[in-house]
T-cell receptor, first 112, second 115 residues
């Protein structure tokens, strides 16, 4: 069964610290993996999209990595800011490009 | 600043009533997606349109849900009759290219509460 599991479910960190969010998936083969950031009360915003052949992709202080062999992805946030407080959702697209499988998200709280 | 717009932003209705949610995709985008988000299930894809034609609505309960694109600037999601379990936030997203492989731009969502 195609699944996307994210961990931790929630995370609290101090402003300025780094953190890493995990995404494990069983979708195989797959076309691409994307990370979304969703602020409370708003729609998700795309952070990164990686194909199966890419290992890493950055978007400012956000860096996503992908290991297609172990079927794991991570999202690393550097020098966190209060505005990073949000839910982060991992989504995997199957190879045919006909289905999206969603993780339940990690809720990140950055405190001062 | 091109954005996906959705109306209404909030809707409270009673069980059995018809609900219509509207979405205006970004001008020039030819793919439109409808999603539902709940605390329990997270995000779920309901339907996907390309060039106004429905390509995938396998995630949508067919007996009460219907999705249409009357024209390139309007997509609608209708629930008739509505049930309490339909309470969720419904998002519309649009994209410039076909398929699930490209970036999707989400609207602000419609928060639906069915009493």
């Amino acid at each position: 069964k195609n699944q996307v599991e994210q961990s931790p479910q929630s995370l609290i960190i101090l402003e300025g610290k780094n953190c890493t969010l995990q995404c494990n998936y069983t979708v195989s083969p797959f076309s691409n993996l994307r990370w979304y950031k969703q602020d409370t009360g708003r729609g998700p915003v795309s952070l990164t999209i990686m194909t199966f052949s890419e290992n890493t992709k950055s978007n400012g202080r956000y860096t996503a990595t992908l290991d297609a062999d172990t079927k794991q992805s991570s999202l690393h946030i550097t020098a966190s800011q209060l505005s990073d407080s949000a839910s982060y959702i991992c989504v995997v697209c199957n190879q045919a490009g006909t289905a999206l499988i969603f993780g339940k998200g990690t809720t990140l709280s950055v405190s001062s | 600043d091109a954005r996906v717009t959705q109306t209404p932003r909030h809707k409270v209705t009673e069980m059995g009533q018809e609900v219509t949610m509207r979405c205006q995709p970004i001008l020039g985008h030819n793919t439109v997606f409808w999603y539902r988000q709940t605390m329990m299930q997270g995000l779920e894809l309901l339907a996907y349109f390309r060039n106004r034609a429905p390509l995938d609505d396998s995630g949508m309960p067919k007996d009460r849900f219907s999705a249409e694109m009357p024209d390139a600037t309007l997509a609608t999601l209708k629930i008739q009759p509505s049930e309490p379990r339909d309470s969720a936030v419904y998002f519309c997203a649009s994209g410039p290219l076909a398929g699930y492989t490209d970036t999707q731009y989400f609207g602000p969502g419609t928060r639906l509460t069915v009493l």
